[in-house]
């Protein structure tokens, strides 16, 4: 499975943006879909998270700021972004939770995307 973000790049301070990433390959069942972002020099930050059945959590920093969706039946998931802060700015990658059916049974496995450039000035 491969996962292509898109929907990055520059916008002022208080803009908005949303990311869009695509999954794309081998058949799956979505567990889980993610947001993660990272700055250069530091660890990766889970941004948001969003189950099979809708169920979400978001970092404290991006709540009631940041949306995560998801089109399961088009192997989509999205982060609505709005009031953008200089803080934002990050590569944010995608993650997929997936599970693909073998003829033993039911096995996970975790995807990530390349990432997109989102970047905010102030």
């Known amino acids: 499975v491969q996962l292509q973000a898109s929907g990055g790049g520059l916008v002022q301070a208080g803009g908005s943006l949303r990311l869009s990433c695509v999954a794309t390959?081998?058949?799956?069942?979505?567990?889980?879909w993610a947001w993660y972002r990272q700055v250069p020099g530091q660890e990766r930050e889970l941004v948001a998270h969003i189950t099979e059945y809708g169920t979400t959590n978001y970092a404290y920093s991006v709540k009631d700021r940041f949306t995560i969706s998801s089109d399961n039946d088009r192997n989509m998931v999205y982060l609505s972004m709005k009031s953008l802060k200089p803080d934002d700015t990050a590569v944010y990658h995608c993650n997929l939770e997936a599970r693909h059916y073998s003829a033993t049974g039911w096995y996970a496995r975790t995807y990530w995307g390349q990432g997109t450039l989102v970047t905010v000035s102030s």
């Open positions: 390959g081998r058949t799956f069942r979505v567990n889980a």
